[in-house]
């Protein structure tokens, strides 16, 4: 049976699977903190777990996930690629295990459905690890939102424009699977980085009721441009707008992708003017209300901010059992569905029902 929680006494046992470029995100916050204890690496190449040996000295490295589920272990994170995440995260709980997902869930909701089933059957927790809604900047968007600055919400506004000049070196490797996963309809933007936004608006305005996606698809895994219009049940409404500017240049320490985040009240609108690659030049937060625009100067704006928060909510909430666990298995669901009804409506050429 996994542990029972909150565990208040002692650290929190962490092991973590897949040790891919996110992990270079994921990993050091866990190393900054002391009430955790990475207790085990695991990763089919050696030489990624040779790369996180200095960090985490203590922690037993292995190519095996069934010899890490051996280990006295409170948490996995599970960092694999997306196809693996329902088939390594139903072993992972069914082996008795607390669980934390990267973004999306799953790629099914079979696959959704037989994960929550089986933590369900052991007690198991089951968390994905949204960075998107711990970033300070849109973080700091919702609490303007709750405090009334611009009004009653009236439409949510959101654009992501890729492009492959600027940002780190990824491994060439890490694509194959994205590759292979776009070719079965789910797309590298539309789907995996789509998730963030269908996450984002949940987190924002609650639940989808209607849905209609455009996307149009060039060749085996090209997935954009691409267009969703929804209405939440709350009657907020939103455009979703993903572009590929190919030739475009985004200065970024991490992935190239310019994203804005925009909210429209009866008496004004609060912007996020960017997530990851720097291109408004801008304060990353704005607000304007009555011919006035307030700004946002120092918040802290960068991807690993938003990793270094959403690791501290994770381990603080299986620490304590205090407050919402964001995002918790029912509620990456709901994020699911609705991504899914997005690409199903565009499939179809008509809007979808989301329930």
Same mark, same amino acid.
């Given at each position: ?229 929804? #209405? ?26 310019? #994203? ?83 690409? #199903? ?11």
């Amino acid at each position: 049976m996994p542990t029972p929680l909150p565990i208040r006494d002692r650290p929190v046992r962490l092991a973590v699977v897949g040790l891919g470029q996110i992990a270079e995100l994921a990993l050091p916050p866990y190393a900054e903190r002391d009430d955790v204890e990475v207790v085990g690496l695991c990763d089919l190449d050696p030489a990624l777990l040779e790369r996180w040996r200095p960090v985490f000295p203590d922690a037993h490295l292995t190519t095996d996930l069934d010899d890490l589920l051996r280990l006295p272990v409170d948490v996995v994170d599970v960092l694999v690629p997306t196809p693996l995440h329902g088939r390594v995260a139903t072993q992972v709980v069914t082996a008795g295990h607390h669980v934390q997902l990267q973004k999306p869930l799953t790629t099914s909701l079979d696959e959704a459905d037989g994960l929550l089933e089986a933590a369900a059957r052991t007690g198991a927790v089951v968390r994905v690890m949204e960075d998107y809604i711990h970033f300070p900047p849109l973080v700091e968007l919702r609490e303007v939102l709750r405090r009334g600055e611009v009004g009653t919400p009236q439409a949510l506004h959101m654009k992501v424009v890729a492009t492959a000049r600027g940002g780190w070196e990824v491994n060439p490797a890490s694509y194959v699977w994205q590759f292979e996963q776009a070719r079965s309809g789910l797309g590298i933007l539309t789907f995996d980085h789509g998730w963030h936004q269908f996450a984002l608006a949940h987190w924002l305005f609650g639940p989808i009721r209607r849905i209609f996606g455009w996307v149009r698809r060039e060749g085996d895994v090209l997935d954009v441009p691409a267009t969703f219009v929804w #209405e939440h049940d709350n009657g907020v409404r939103a455009v979703l707008e993903m572009v590929l500017a190919g030739d475009m240049y985004f200065r970024s320490d991490y992935y190239a992708d310019d #994203e804005r985040v925009e909210v429209v009240g009866t008496k004004g609108y609060v912007r996020c003017n960017r997530i990851s690659g720097r291109g408004v030049q801008e304060p990353s937060l704005a607000v304007y209300r009555d011919g006035e625009v307030r700004t946002w100067h120092a918040l802290p704006d960068e991807p690993p901010d938003a990793f270094r928060a959403s690791a501290a909510h994770g381990m603080e909430w299986f620490r304590t059992g205090e407050g919402d666990l964001l995002l918790d298995g029912p509620t990456a669901r709901a994020v699911l569905v609705s991504l899914l009804a997005g690409l #199903e409506s565009s499939a179809l050429a008509r809007p979808v029902d989301v329930g």
